[in-house]
């Protein structure tokens, strides 16, 4: 597929990128498709334990990785799937918190699915993106 561009932003995208062999992010024409971001210290990897923590680093990440992809950020995102471990009302308040935070004027689509594990054994949260970067 090399008429796609991909991306894996320094640090955990990188390593990763060496690692499992996936990138963090597609760009197809206007549009920018994230991997699943968790809640990692996008430098060390290391992922925070407490749970609202742990979401808003992922959206941070996400942030991350669509302006690595030459996007906007989470003002361009229109799709969201989110993953959790547990899915409860602790979590479910930390994403709403988080949409607000970062999208303030405009509310995306979304699917929030509960899962029974992500892809490190720490991991309680992977959202993925879908956005739209019109050059």
């Given amino acids: 597929m090399s008429h796609l561009t991909y991306y894996s932003y320094e640090g955990v995208g990188q390593k990763n990128k060496a690692t499992f062999r996936y990138s963090q992010a597609v760009?197809?024409?206007?549009?920018?498709?994230?991997?699943?971001?968790g809640g990692w210290?996008?430098?060390t990897g290391v992922i925070h334990k407490e749970i609202?923590?742990?979401?808003?680093?992922?959206?941070?990440n996400v942030e991350l990785n669509?302006?690595?992809?030459?996007?906007?950020?989470?003002?361009?995102?229109?799709?969201?799937?989110?993953?959790?471990?547990?899915?409860?009302?602790?979590?479910?308040?930390?994403m709403v918190r988080n949409f607000k935070k970062y999208m303030p004027?405009?509310?995306?689509?979304?699917?929030?699915?509960g899962v029974s594990r992500l892809?490190?054994?720490?991991?309680?949260?992977?959202i993925e993106v879908v956005a739209h970067d019109p050059k």
């Avoid at 197809?28 to 994230?34: A, M, V």
């Avoid at 004027?105 to 699915?113: A, Q």
């Fill in 52 to 60: 609202n923590a742990q979401i808003d680093q992922a959206f941070a």
């Fill in 105 to 113: 004027n405009h509310e995306p689509i979304w699917t929030c699915v």
């Fill in 27 to 37: 760009r197809l024409s206007d549009r920018i498709e994230c991997a699943g971001q």
């Fill in 41 to 43: 210290n996008p430098q």
């Fill in 119 to 126: 892809g490190e054994d720490d991991m309680r949260v992977e």
């Fill in 66 to 94: 669509l302006k690595d992809a030459g996007g906007k950020g989470w003002e361009q995102v229109f799709r969201v799937n989110s993953y959790h471990v547990p899915i409860n009302n602790e979590a479910l308040d930390a």
